[in-house]
C-alpha cells in the first residue's frame, strides 16, 4: 500500500511540475523609452490559481512567492 501512495504522490508531483511550464517572454522598450527584461511566465490557460503570481505559488525561475488573490476581481488597468 505505501508503494501504491508513493507513486500516486509521484505522478501528481510530476504532473504539477509539468503544468508549471514556462514559457519565454522577450524584451522590449515601452512607449516612454524603459527597457523591460526578457523573462518567464506561466503557460496561458483558463484559471489563475497555476500562475507564479498567485499567492500559494513559488515561481521556479526566481524562488518569489506569489502575492496577488487569484479570486480578485480582474484589473485592467483602464481607470481614468
Keep these: ?3 501504491l501512495a508513493c507513486a500516486v504522490l509521484a ?4 504532473s504539477s511540475a ?7 517572454v522577450r524584451g522590449y522598450t515601452t512607449k516612454r523609452g524603459t527597457y523591460v527584461m526578457p523573462s518567464m511566465r506561466t503557460s496561458p490557460n ?3 490559481t497555476d500562475n507564479w503570481s498567485a499567492r500559494g505559488n513559488v515561481n ?11 479570486y480578485a476581481p480582474k484589473s485592467y488597468g483602464h481607470h481614468r
Design 1 to 3: 500500500m505505501k508503494v
Design 11 to 14: 505522478l501528481l508531483a510530476f
Design 18 to 24: 509539468a503544468e508549471a511550464k514556462g514559457v519565454h
Design 46 to 48: 483558463r484559471t489563475r
Design 60 to 70: 521556479p525561475y526566481t524562488g518569489r512567492a506569489g502575492t496577488k488573490d487569484p
